[in-house]
C-alpha cells in the first residue's frame, strides 16, 4: 500500500499519520471544503473571455472588467478596423466567448458575417452577448438612411462612427460595457461598477488637463485626411475645414487638393492631421502650398507604439496636435 504523498504547495491536504484512516479533524476538514470550493471559483472567474472588435473597446473593456475577464481585440492594432477582413483565426477567439462588444454603426458590420459562422445566435446582434457600445452615444453625421458602399470606398453608416475619439463618451461607452459584463456575470456587477468608476476618475482628471492645453487653439481651422475626427474636433473644440479624402477609402483627386489647398489658405489652417496608416503624400503636399504642418495621430489604439491604452491615445495625440500647432505658429 502506497504512503500518503505530500504535496509541497498544498499543506492543507496532507493528513498526518493519527489522521489516516479515521477521517480529518474538523478543522483540517473546513479547511479542505473551503479550499476546494474556492478552486471552482477562482477557474469561473478566469475563464470570462470578451471579444472586441477593436483595440479601443478592448482598452476600455479590460478597464471596466479588470483581472476578472480576458479581453481579446479581434483587429490587430494599426490595422483598419473599418476595411477589416477577418482571418480563420478569428472564429476560433469566438470560441468560449462570453460577451461581444463592437462599435456598430456600420464599422464593423464584418462582424456579422463572422458570428453568423461561428452560429452562437447568443452573441449575434440583439442578444444578451452582444454589446453596441454607440449606444447612447450623442451622435455626429447621422443619415437619414443607410449609404451604399461605393466602388472602391466604405461608407460611415449611418452617422461618423469614431465616437470614441470623444474621450467624454467613455463615460457612455463604459457603462454598456459594464451592463454587458453583468449580464454575463451577474455576481460580479458590484465589482464591474467599481471598476468603472476608478476609470471614470481618472479620465475626468486627465481631461481636465487635455482641454487646458487645448484651450488656447480654441476654434483653430484643421484639415483632416479621414472623416474620423469630428468628435475629437467637437470635444476640444477645433474647426474642420476641410477633409481630403471625397468618400472614405477614396483617394483625392488634384482638383480636389487645389481646391483645398485654397480653403487652408483662406481659414489660415496650419496644421493637417493623419492617421499612421493612410497616405502621406496629398497632406504634405498640402502643407507644403499652404505653410501648414502635418500631425500624425492615432485613430485608434495601438496605431502608435505611444497610444497603447485608451488614455494613452489623447496623450498621444493631443501631444502630437500641440508640437504641429507650435511649429506652424498657430
Known amino acids: 500500500m502506497h504512503g500518503a504523498q505530500k504535496p509541497v504547495d498544498r499543506p492543507w491536504l496532507t493528513a498526518d499519520a493519527n489522521d489516516r484512516g479515521s477521517g480529518c479533524p474538523p478543522v483540517k476538514a473546513l479547511l479542505l471544503a473551503t479550499a476546494l470550493l474556492l478552486i471552482p471559483a477562482q477557474a469561473t472567474l478566469a475563464a470570462i473571455t470578451i471579444i472586441t472588435t477593436t483595440q479601443d473597446l478592448e482598452s476600455l473593456t479590460k478597464a471596466v472588467g479588470g483581472d476578472l ?74 443619415q437619414s438612411r443607410s449609404v451604399e458602399v461605393q466602388r472602391g470606398g466604405h461608407a460611415h453608416g449611418l452617422a461618423n462612427p469614431h465616437y470614441w475619439l470623444d474621450p467624454a463618451n467613455a463615460r457612455t461607452i463604459t457603462a454598456s460595457i459594464a451592463d454587458g459584463l453583468a449580464r454575463v456575470a451577474p455576481d460580479q456587477a458590484a465589482r464591474f461598477a467599481a471598476n468603472r468608476q476608478d476609470f471614470l476618475a481618472t479620465l475626468d482628471a486627465r481631461m481636465a488637463g487635455w482641454e487646458v492645453a487645448l484651450a488656447p487653439y480654441a476654434a483653430t481651422a484643421i484639415v483632416t485626411y479621414h472623416n474620423g475626427w469630428a468628435y475629437f474636433a467637437r470635444r476640444f473644440r477645433l474647426n474642420i475645414v476641410a477633409v481630403i479624402e471625397p468618400k472614405e477609402g477614396v483617394p483625392p483627386s488634384p482638383l480636389r487638393l487645389a481646391r483645398i489647398a485654397g480653403e487652408m489658405r483662406a481659414a489660415g489652417v496650419k496644421s493637417v492631421l493623419i492617421e499612421p496608416q493612410e497616405p502621406r503624400e496629398p497632406a504634405d503636399a498640402l502643407a507644403a502650398r499652404c505653410g501648414a504642418q502635418v500631425a500624425v495621430l492615432a485613430g485608434s489604439v495601438g496605431d502608435l507604439p505611444a497610444a497603447a491604452t485608451y488614455l494613452a ?16 505658429g498657430a
Not at 320 to 327: K, P, V
Request: net charge negative; aromatic share 4%; glycine share 10%.
Open 69 to 142: 475577464v480576458q479581453v481579446v481585440g479581434l483587429v490587430p492594432p494599426a490595422a483598419n478596423a473599418e476595411a477589416y477582413e477577418p482571418r480563420p483565426g478569428d472564429l476560433l477567439r469566438l470560441h468560449g466567448a462570453a460577451l461581444i462588444v463592437r462599435v456598430g454603426l456600420g464599422y464593423d458590420d464584418w462582424l456579422d458575417r463572422l458570428l453568423a459562422q461561428h452560429g452562437d445566435t447568443r452573441l449575434m446582434h440583439g442578444n444578451p452577448g452582444q454589446v453596441d457600445a454607440s449606444a447612447g452615444v450623442p451622435l455626429l453625421d447621422v
Open 313 to 328: 491615445l489623447f496623450d498621444t495625440n493631443i501631444a502630437a496636435l500641440l508640437a504641429s500647432l507650435n511649429r506652424s
